[in-house]
């Protein structure tokens, strides 16, 4: 058992304190806000994460995690303090970290005890050497700083946490390698390593991973904008060279481009970080260019199947950045909408959870309707920008009935051509040949 405090309590704050107390550990989650503290103390969890909501319960309940506005309580009966703080984009859209050398200065002035420092916020190689320079402005006894990137997907979150494919702590201090190394024990089975290396190494490889990840991504979309042109099926080629083992099947679903609150902002701060040593990520540079265009790719298809698309009403289903969210941040859903407003087209727009959200960035500037069909009516073609379950398998009468014409581009190609020429769609999708239907001949 440690006894680890958790400051600051967003998305990847919560997760870990819980998943901590959830492993035996004593955790105080530490948040500025009181009315948050206040919520979490009567068991309610702030943010959307499945599963996360039974062993937040289960562990307030074993007294194993509890919340505090008080950092200096907190931190005198900790071991390990995770800082879990926000790292906001700055002007220049490189990583604000203000917040964390804030706390990081503070903690300095309030340890008494040799103390485990770890950053669990995603933050610019170096960030570790910063937060010990701020921590020892005011510090008189000793202490480490661990650097331990998460690699939680939404809606995962709690699974990856407790089952990660590896574990990376960077730090030199041989206590803190020997405490982090405990502290992790429960998390580490066969094949699942936990991966001791120094800080900046650990920082990076945060970095590189998503930016790998959205690289495996935008190559499979260029090779499907490649198939469109050639008539080859992006799907038979995903297969067949997802089975090649040094591949791999995952991230090879093309699409209109990756969004969320990860990607985008990693892959431009890995740009930024190489700029300020004069140093050009050409392949990271072409991600970010070629992932701006994939996003409106359906637009420019609209555009070239009806020429001016003013006055014409689309249906959109799908709002948030990925299924079963209801985060929109840089979802591509958004710049489908901005381009089709552009272009002075209307939009009846449907998603699960994404909606409230969406209403208070745009206002009336869309409509929104109660379920997936009322958006289709009268509108001239359906748009798919989010693969939600509820999309896969509709009633396809209803919606050749509701449809003013029979017609969908699916940005996730949730649909199988088969399929779509039996029910006599016109049907776009990505990097996989368009349906046309045929047309009704009288018989002889
Ligand atoms: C990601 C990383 O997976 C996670 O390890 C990291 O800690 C945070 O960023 P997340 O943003 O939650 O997680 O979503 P993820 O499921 O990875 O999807 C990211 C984006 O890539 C989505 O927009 C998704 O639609 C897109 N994507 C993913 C594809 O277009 N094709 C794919 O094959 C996979």
Redesign the pocket.
Known sequence: MKKIAVVGTGYVGLVTGTCFAETGNNVTCVDIDERKVEQMRQGVVPIYEPHLDVIFERNIKANRIKFTTNLEEAVEEAEIIFLALPTPPGEDGSADLSYVLGVAETLGKIIKEYKVIVDKSTVPVGTAELVTEAVAKHANVPFAVVSNP??????FAVDDFLNPDRVVIGTEDEKAKQIMTELYKPFIRDGHPLIIMDEKSAELTKYA??SF?ATK?TFMNEISNFCEKVGADVDMVRKGIGSDSRIGHK???P?I???????PKDVSALLKSGKAVDYHFEIIDAVLRVNEGQKTSTVDKLVSYYGDLSGYTFALWGLA??PDTDDIREAPALYIIEKLLQQRAKIKAYDPEAMENVKALLGDKIEFVDNQYDALEGAEALLIATEWGAFRNPDFDKMKELLATPTIFDGRNIFELDRMETEGFYYSSMGRKTIVPRPVTKEA
């Open positions: 998460e690699f939680l997907r939404e809606g991973a998503n990840l991504i991230f090879l679903y699409g481009g990756f969004g969320g609150s990860c990607f950045f990925k």
